[in-house]
């Protein structure tokens, strides 16, 4: 079964400086898609960005852009320039691209992160 | 084009009550996922419709079901309800097929007392 660890419950940055959240999983499937969603205290999960594990390149959404590190089973995220709208909560998600009887496309969330953005 | 949609916003209820949470999904969605979402903890996936039939189910109690109407709103319903029930319940909507990303609603709170 896969698994996705957030080791850091809570980290905090500075307005217009850079933070990384760290996620790493496991998996035994070569295919896969890892997301980073945020979810605010309106509660809505939005999705921040998407990475497909064939893809070599980094995804890159203006100020948020990823590590990954497929060998590794690791996958960051890096926000730049933060603002205070980006405080929230930050969860890493795996969803298999083999599409089975027994797998339709969930995600497997992580525990998430705590981002604190201080003004 | 509205999003996703659930209601109602937060519920209280308590041991052994019945609830029904309803969701909406995205203008053009066909499929609908429920996911668990204890306090300060990632969301659990409970099961997922699509052409009105429980396509996959995620490792929850019989007393968790659901049911998707003709036009792809979905109901959860959860019997019996115990004090570890109390979560938000995340809806999420999406295109059939592996490559679609699925939208999120804001959730109904449920606590149960």
């Known amino acids: 079964a896969q698994t996705v660890t957030q080791s850091q419950p809570e980290m905090s940055v500075q307005e217009a400086e850079t933070v990384t959240l760290s996620c790493t999983y496991d998996?035994?499937?070569?295919?896969?898609?890892l997301f980073w969603y945020k979810q605010p205290p309106s509660r809505q999960m939005i999705l921040v960005i998407r990475q497909e594990a064939y893809k070599q390149q980094n995804a890159t959404e203006n100020r948020f852009s990823v590590n990954f590190q497929k060998a590794a089973k690791s996958f960051s995220l890096k926000i730049s320039d933060s603002q205070l709208g980006d405080a929230a909560m930050y969860f890493c998600?795996?969803?298999?691209?083999?599409?089975?009887?027994?797998?339709?496309?969930?995600?497997?969330f992580g525990q998430g992160t705590t981002l604190q953005v201080k003004p | 084009d509205a999003g996703v949609t659930q209601s109602p916003t937060h519920l209280i209820k308590t041991r052994g009550q019945q609830v029904t949470l309803r969701c909406s999904p995205k203008s053009g969605h066909d499929t609908v996922s429920w996911y668990q979402q204890a306090l300060g903890q990632g969301p659990q996936f409970i099961f997922q419709?699509?052409?009105?039939?429980?396509?996959q189910r995620g490792n929850f109690p019989d007393r968790f079901s659901g049911h998707q109407f003709p036009n792809y709103s979905s109901e959860l319903n959860v019997n019996a309800l115990l004090l570890g029930d109390s979560a938000l319940y995340l809806c999420?909507?999406?295109?059939?097929?592996?490559?679609?990303?699925?939208?999120f609603g804001a959730g109904t709170r449920l606590s149960v007392l």
């Open positions: 998600a795996y969803r298999s691209a083999y599409l089975t009887s027994g797998n339709t496309g969930k995600l497997i």
């Open positions: 998996t035994s499937e070569s295919d896969y898609y």
């Open positions: 999420a909507s999406s295109l059939s097929g592996i490559y679609s990303i699925q939208y």
């Open positions: 419709y699509y052409e009105e039939e429980e396509r």
